[in-house]
Nanobody, 118 residues
Framework: VQLQASGGGLVQAGESLRLSCAAS????????LAWFRRPPGLEREYVAS????????FYSEYVKGRFTISRDNSKNMLYLDMNSLEPDDTAVYFC????????????WGQGTQVTVSS
């Protein structure tokens, strides 16, 4: 499966942003999906994940209550709605897919930059 992330940009603290990830090349619903991010100078970290049909979601403690992961299997799309953004959310965000839904995820998008100014 191929993944293409988009929607990043520069926003101010407290604002919202929606990231999208378009998938192609295989049956979308065969994959559990996730978002990861890599803050400047740091290792890549887990953000959120969603199961095959979208009725079970998981979040890191850093984003729980502010971010929402969702998917639309009819459109082969994954989303990350980010609210109340903070400067610490500044990172390159990656979407990922895996048939087993376990780390390490097998397929990765190219990343989209999110910058939150204070």
């Amino acid at each position: 499966v191929q993944l293409q992330a988009s929607g990043g940009g520069l926003v101010q603290a407290g604002e919202s942003l929606r990231l999208s990830c378009a998938a192609s090349g295989d049956t979308f619903s065969n994959y559990a999906l996730a978002w990861f991010r890599r803050p400047p100078g740091l290792e890549r970290e887990y953000v959120a994940s969603i199961n095959y049909v979208g009725d079970n979601t998981f979040y890191s403690e850093y984003v729980k209550g502010r971010f929402t992961i969702s998917r639309d299997n009819s459109k082969n799309m994954l989303y990350l709605d980010m609210n109340s953004l903070e400067p610490d959310d500044t990172a390159v965000y990656f979407c990922a897919a895996d048939r087993n839904g376990r780390h390490p995820f097998q397929y990765w998008g190219q990343g989209t930059q999110v910058t939150v100014s204070s």
